[in-house]
């Protein structure tokens, strides 16, 4: 094979990003902020100091510095795994018979199996830095608690993870994982909180939903002294961890001078989406480029494509602040049928922001075509692809079909978020061909709007 660009684009240590960068800052209009659900009044720092540590809420609520340095306790534990490698996807190309070139930055190089260690490690590093002795988290797939398992290992932290209960059930090895770790993992809805006994008497039935499970991890945090909640995605201060995905994207394409044309990642609370597109997506904003965006969805849990832009709840049990983003509405409950992650109601508002205002476009995709994407993409580049990660395989193969029908030579990058080993459920009921695909009908969605505040903000 004649290449110019070698397969693995890797950084030098010295070329590794330094800081995190924060694209609210350079985004001409901000999204609306959180607003307290008792007073509709917007939160401040203080309203969030008891349930998140204290330098993640300066975090989240810093729209004016684009940079913001990663702290070298942070910096440390990323050279372990970090830099994750960016892949030109030569044997995909071939096989897809495209001129488009295809590159995929690859986050399952670790053992939480997907990008969510980068935002983990530096949640615990904070927590640990304050004084805290304790986190509760939730975590859907598991991969989000895993990776937080690991970073609290690390920084000595004891943590209790709510793992929604079919995901539990579906991969009872990811609970050994985090135990390994020394986390304590408890299947939601459960009976240890008011949240889950609450959510149990009125749906017995229930497999659980994150929604659910943030509730549970809340209400512990906020009863537990020197503990707090930490979340895996939605927020900003996670996209911000995230943009190292981007940053470490965007300094080995340059190193080659290579431009994307097409900036493609899947989007379930929109951490990686956030974290991959935003120094791409900032100097789009200045004008400097003319990328396009795509999120994409499952057809199952179209938040972008079918939500409704309004404030919500980020959880079942409606506690936490409301922010405004792309929502189904905090009581919808995904379809048991949907395998493949990304089941969240709402949708990082930044991610939302840029959407409603033109900068993103959105695709919702049907899962078996999903898993057909996933299996091309195994069969021809070698990795087994998380479920998530393949809704971006999915439409990052659609875009490189539709270059070789116009003979256009598009530059594609794609986030490969994670690795797919705990996902053998869905591979075997994709495999055995019994997997169908679930749409809801619009009456379907209307049970979850139902669940929106009637609040005048949201008229
Ligand atoms: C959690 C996860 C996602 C979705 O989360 P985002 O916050 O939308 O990035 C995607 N891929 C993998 C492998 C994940 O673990």
Redesign the pocket.
């Known amino acids: 094979m004649n290449k110019k660009i070698p397969t693995k684009i890797y950084l030098n240590e010295e070329e590794m990003p330094r800081y995190w960068y924060n694209l609210r800052a350079d985004m001409k209009e901000k999204h609306d902020p959180f607003l307290h659900p008792a007073t509709l009044k917007p939160c401040t720092a203080e309203d969030l100091y008891p349930v998140f540590c204290k330098e993640l809420v300066k975090q989240e609520l810093n729209q004016t510095n684009p940079y913001i340095e990663i702290p070298e306790g942070i910096r440390e534990f990323y050279e372990m795994y970090r830099p994750s490698p960016l892949v030109r996807a030569y044997f995909l190309e071939k096989a897809l018979g495209t001129p488009a070139e295809i590159y995929y930055k690859f986050?399952?190089n670790n053992t939480s199996?997907?990008?969510?260690l980068n935002s983990a490690v530096a949640q615990a590093y904070y927590a640990k830095k304050e004084g805290l002795t304790s986190l509760t988290t939730e975590t859907?797939?598991g991969?989000?608690g895993t990776a937080l398992s690991m970073a609290c290992a690390f920084y000595g932290l004891d943590l209790s993870v709510y793992m929604v209960k079919v995901s539990s059930e579906q991969k009872p090895h990811r609970k050994e994982v985090m135990r390994t770790y020394g986390a304590k993992v408890i299947p939601s809805p459960s009976t240890t909180t008011e949240a889950g006994r609450k959510i149990l008497a009125e749906h017995p039935d229930t497999g659980g939903s994150l929604g659910c499970a943030i509730s549970e991890a809340i209400e512990v945090a906020l009863g537990t002294p020197n503990c707090r909640y930490v979340l895996?995605?939605?927020l900003d201060h996670?996209a911000l961890h995230?943009s190292v995905i981007g940053l470490e994207s965007k300094i080995a394409m340059d190193k080659y001078g290579i431009a994307p044309d097409i900036v493609i990642?899947?989007?379930?609370?929109?951490?990686?989406?956030a974290?991959l597109i935003a120094p791409f997506m900032g100097e789009r904003i200045k004008g400097k480029n003319n990328i396009r965006f795509i999120a994409v969805e499952p057809a199952s849990c179209p938040s972008l494509t079918r939500g409704k832009y309004v404030y919500d709840f980020g959880d079942t049990g409606r506690t936490t602040p409301l922010i405004r983003m792309y929502t189904l509405g905090c009581g919808f409950m995904p379809s048991a049928n949907h395998a493949g992650?990304?089941r969240?109601h709402g949708m990082?508002p930044i991610i939302s922001k840029l959407y409603h205002d033109g900068y993103l476009e959105a695709r919702a995709v049907e899962q078996t075509s999903v898993f057909a994407a996933a299996e091309t993409f195994a069969r021809t580049e070698g990795i087994l692809p998380?479920p998530?990660?393949s809704h971006a395989i999915r439409v990052a193969i659609d875009e490189a079909l539709k270059c070789k029908e116009s003979g256009e030579k598009k530059v594609i990058l794609f986030g490969l978020?994670?690795?797919g080993y705990f996902d053998m459920t869905a591979y075997k009921a994709f495999n055995d061909k019994k997997m169908s695909d679930y749409i809801p009908t619009d009456e379907d969605l209307e049970q979850g709007f139902a669940s929106i505040l009637d609040i005048p903000q949201n008229k």
Request: net charge negative; hydrophobic share 25%.
């Open positions: 986050e399952g199996g997907s990008h969510k859907g797939a991969q989000w895996g995605s939605v996670v995230q990642g899947c989007a379930g609370g929109g951490s990686n989406l974290g992650g990304l969240y990082s998380a998530e990660s978020t994670g690795t």
